[in-house]
């Protein structure tokens, strides 16, 4: 993907011109499958206690 | 012996029929009933409406589950509910009409001593005129619709291999429609699957949506930790779009459908068409439209139901400004607010009002989400009132001792963003909890530690591994309550 869409490129003053845009380091960590292994246990981890915690 | 009976076997109905039936046992009387012969885990909807997944394997039948739990299942629809018994009948009642085969359209009457209705949403179509699969805009809220939806979009993508350029419609098809996610995966995905065959030069994909602003999602938009800043979830969504190539309307009202055009109304009062080869937008929903009786016969589903259809519950209902709004207005155990027995679970209950702030435009159009209830607080509700109903049989008490309100339950929404073991993506974000209580958090009405907005990877994985592991629970195997709604 990348970091602006060739559906929207060169628009400048068109709202979407203004949105943030992951830079490219982002974009490797987002698939880097070490760092997403650590990131699938601690998200499942942190979901979890969130149901557990949410009602009694 | 006490009879409980739930209405609906969705996530919400069939999470309270399984634990009802699991802490009664076989002393007590669980009865379940709903339409559709097969139980679907909706979520994943969204590949089916893709083609990366078969209806098949988002759905199973219910009948065996509940053959061997010991539940009793009708294949009907609820169409009224008699509180009070009637004349003939001294005990509380619900009436159903069947739609299983060799049976359609028999009537029966089933007793209870306790009811849940855990009924979802219907489906409003009709609110907009030209709108649904049917007519002219496509659907992915059931399995039916998403595998109707793939074939239309199958054959957009066969136009666009042979230079055909396609518009993409995809977000909200009434003024005060909620389920925003679905919709926005449903947009994401479909951006992913035209990347993916190098067809992008040749769409254009719009976001068009009843937020005021994107990322409100119809829990008035959240904050998240981002970056080294406290980010609104307005800046991550159109983040996201822009990333993905769409372009986005907002603040509009989708009013008519005809064939290839829609028809908005901006909050600003103008109005505006818009034309499209392939269309998904959501419709407004209401509850099951049951209706209720009293002893003498007389129609009290004003006193029961809320106006659109969903049961009012241990809520504050009391009408007041947007400012007045407070978080203890939301229920906490679901109970009827006319007759103790009766419960209402997961999208069924109504909700006090809206998380979004209402705004109306100039020619009187409200144009702003309704709450969503998404399928992890459904589930929690399903469990809770299960146990409540539990208590009350076993100790013949009047007390709850379980509660879960919107108001602490947090709420995870993975919004699929690709699908694909080392290429796909989600968006993962957290909200704790759901309805913002600005009283407890006056910064960001919500616990900001416990609030999550991240993309990548992992969040693909979470979102199939929860596609298998609810599907295990809710077959009821081995071990299924140990798993957490
Ligand atoms: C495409 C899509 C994607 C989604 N993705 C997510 C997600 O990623 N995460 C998330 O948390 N939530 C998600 N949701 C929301 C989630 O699916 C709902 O919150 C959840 O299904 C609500 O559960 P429920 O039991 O209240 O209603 P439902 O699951 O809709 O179940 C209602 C049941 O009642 C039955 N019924 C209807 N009328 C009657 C009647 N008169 N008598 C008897 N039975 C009746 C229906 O047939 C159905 O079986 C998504 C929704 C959609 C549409």
């Known amino acids: ?56 | 012996m006490s009879k409980v009976v739930v209405l609906g076997a969705g996530i919400s109905g069939h999470t309270a029929a399984l634990y009802l039936k699991k802490y009664l046992g076989k002393q007590h009387e669980v009865i379940i009933v709903s339409p559709n012969s097969n139980y679907q885990w909706v979520p994943s909807n969204i590949w089916v409406g893709v083609g990366l997944m078969e209806p098949n394997e988002v759905k199973f039948k219910l009948a065996p589950v509940y053959k061997k739990q010991g539940i009793i299942f009708k294949q009907a629809l609820a169409t009224s509910v008699h509180p009070e018994g009637d004349s003939d009948i001294s005990s509380p009642y619900v009436k159903i009409s069947y739609v299983e085969e060799g049976k359609q359209g028999q009537e029966e009457i089933v007793e209870y001593d306790f009811m849940v209705n855990g009924t979802g949403p219907t489906l409003n179509f009709a609110g907009t005129p030209g709108l649904g699969p049917d007519l002219y805009t496509n659907s992915v809220c059931t399995y039916d619709h998403a595998a109707h939806s793939w074939k239309n979009l199958e054959a957009a993508l066969t136009k666009m291999e042979n230079g055909e350029h396609q518009t993409f419609l995809i977000g909200t098809g009434h003024p005060m429609a909620t389920c925003q996610g679905a919709a926005f995966e449903y947009a994401l995905n479909i951006a992913f699957e035209v990347d993916k065959r190098k067809l992008s030069h040749l769409a254009d994909i719009i976001w068009i949506s009843n937020e005021y602003e994107l990322g409100d999602f119809g829990m008035g938009g959240a904050y998240i930790k981002r970056g080294g800043y406290i980010t609104p979830t307005k800046v991550f969504t159109e983040s996201v779009l822009a990333e993905y190539g769409i372009r986005w309307i907002k603040r509009a009202g989708v009013y008519k459908v005809e064939e290839g055009k829609a028809f908005y109304e901006l909050l600003d009062g103008s109005y505006h068409e818009i034309e499209f080869d392939f269309a998904m937008l959501i419709p407004g929903f209401g509850g099951a439209n049951i209706k209720a009786f009293d002893k003498a016969g007389e129609d009290i589903t004003s006193k029961v139901f809320a106006p659109n259809g969903m049961m009012k519950v241990d809520a504050d209902y009391t009408p007041k400004p947007y400012e007045e709004w407070k978080a203890s207005d939301w229920p906490s155990i679901y109970q009827s607010s006319v007759y103790d027995f009766m419960y209402a679970s997961g999208i069924a209950f109504a909700p006090p009002h809206s998380m979004s702030k209402p705004y109306t435009s100039p020619n009187g159009t409200k144009i702003f989400p309704t709450p969503p209830r998404t399928g992890m607080p459904s589930g929690v509700i399903g469990k809770v009132v299960a146990q409540n109903i539990v208590h009350r049989i076993k100790t013949g008490r009047k007390d709850h001792p379980h509660s879960a309100s919107m108001t602490r339950q947090a709420a995870a929404c993975i919004v699929s963003a690709g699908y694909g073991f080392t290429k796909g993506q989600a968006a993962t974000m957290t909200v704790s909890p759901i309805v913002p209580d600005w009283e407890k958090y006056p910064e960001y009405g919500r616990d900001i530690n416990a609030t999550v907005g991240v993309i990548g990877l992992a969040g693909h994985w979470m979102k199939l591994f929860m596609h298998y592991m609810f599907l295990y629970k809710a077959k009821a195997k081995f071990g299924w309550s140990m798993i957490p709604e």
């Open chain 1, 1 to 56: 993907m990348p970091q602006i869409h060739e559906r929207l490129a060169n628009k400048p003053y068109a709202e979407y011109a203004y949105a943030t845009r992951p830079r490219k380091i982002t974009l490797f960590w987002r698939r880097c499958l070490i760092k997403q292994l650590y990131m699938f246990f601690k998200l499942n981890l942190k979901v979890m206690m969130m149901v557990v915690k949410g009602h009694d």
